[in-house]
């Protein structure tokens, strides 16, 4: 059973950090491209970040370049979001997806908040 599950999301003032951690189970984690979404009230889903496999290049929203940044950790199947000098307009439920690089088949996390708020 293929699972994403993601953790790490909180409430933090402007200017702080976060790491988002996105666990995956069930599927072979490297032939998978893996992205971050967000979503935030009332507005559409939005991309984030993405990591190319097996290469591991890397792209970001010019909303989050050089702020965010996206790794994985083959060896615990699992995806990272470090998050450094938050917003308010961060704010928003963030997503983990993974996309099999071979047929375009995809699986979503169940999401976890970020709030940046003083």
């Known amino acids: 059973q293929v699972q994403l599950v993601e953790s790490g999301g909180g409430l933090v003032q402007p200017g702080g950090s976060l790491r988002l951690s996105c666990a995956a189970s069930g599927f072979t984690f490297n032939l998978y491209h893996m992205r971050w979404y967000r979503q935030a009230p009332g507005k559409e889903r939005e991309l984030v970040a993405t990591l190319i496999s097996p290469y591991g290049s890397t792209n970001y929203a010019d909303s989050v370049k050089d702020r965010f940044t996206i790794s994985t950790d083959n060896a615990k199947d699992t995806v990272y979001l470090q998050m450094n000098t938050l917003k308010p307009e961060d704010t928003a439920v963030y997503y983990c997806?993974?996309?099999?690089?071979?047929?375009?088949?995809?699986?979503w996390g169940q999401g976890t908040q970020v709030t940046v708020s003083s």
């Open positions: 997806n993974a996309v099999q690089r071979l047929t375009g088949r995809g699986y």
